[in-house]
C-alpha cells in the first residue's frame, strides 16, 4: 500500500535523491535482530529504483517511546541520531509509524543541516 500511495504523490514530480531508514541503536538493533524501517526502506528502494542512503546513525540508546508524552518524547530523542558524510539534497525518510512526529522531526532537522533541502517522511502508519 505504501509504495502505492508513493508512485501516486510523484505522479508528475521526481522521486526523492536517496531513501533513508529511521535506525535503531546498534544494542537495540541487536536486541531485536531487524530494523523494521530498514526492511521496508530495502524493498521500497528495490522497487522504485530509489538509491538508500545509510548516512543516518543513532547514537543515544534512548528507552522505548511508548506510554511518553509528546514533551517526553522530545527531550528522549534530543541528540539521539548523527549524520556521516552529506546528504542529497532531496531525501525520503522512512519509519514505520508516525506518532507524534518526535523521531522524524529530530531525524529531520539533523539531515536538513547535513545537506539536505527537502526531506519527505514516509511511513506505514499514523497514529
Not at 531513501?19 to 541487536?30: D, S, T, Y
Not at 528502494?45 to 517511546?65: C, D, E
Request: hydrophobic fraction near 35%; include cysteine.
Amino acid at each position: 500500500m505504501l509504495e502505492r500511495q508513493i508512485k501516486l504523490h510523484y505522479f508528475d514530480a521526481p522521486y526523492p535523491e536517496a531513501i533513508l531508514a529511521v535506525p535503531l541503536h546498534p544494542k537495540r538493533l541487536q536486541e531485536r535482530g531487524f530494523n523494521q524501517s530498514e526492511i521496508i526502506t530495502k524493498h521500497l528502494s528495490q522497487s522504485l529504483g530509489i538509491p538508500t542512503a545509510g548516512n543516518l546513525i543513532r547514537v543515544k540508546n534512548t528507552p522505548h517511546q511508548i506510554g511518553l508524552s509528546e514533551k517526553q518524547r522530545r527531550k528522549n530523542l534530543n541528540n539521539a541520531f548523527d549524520v556521516r558524510g552529506t546528504l542529497p539534497s532531496h531525501i525520503a525518510l522512512v519509519d514505520d509509524v508516525v506518532t507524534t512526529g518526535s523521531t522524524v522531526n529530530e531525524a529531520t532537522k539533523l539531515c536538513l543541516r547535513y545537506g539536505a533541502q527537502r526531506v519527505d517522511v514516509w511511513c506505514l502508519a499514523k497514529t
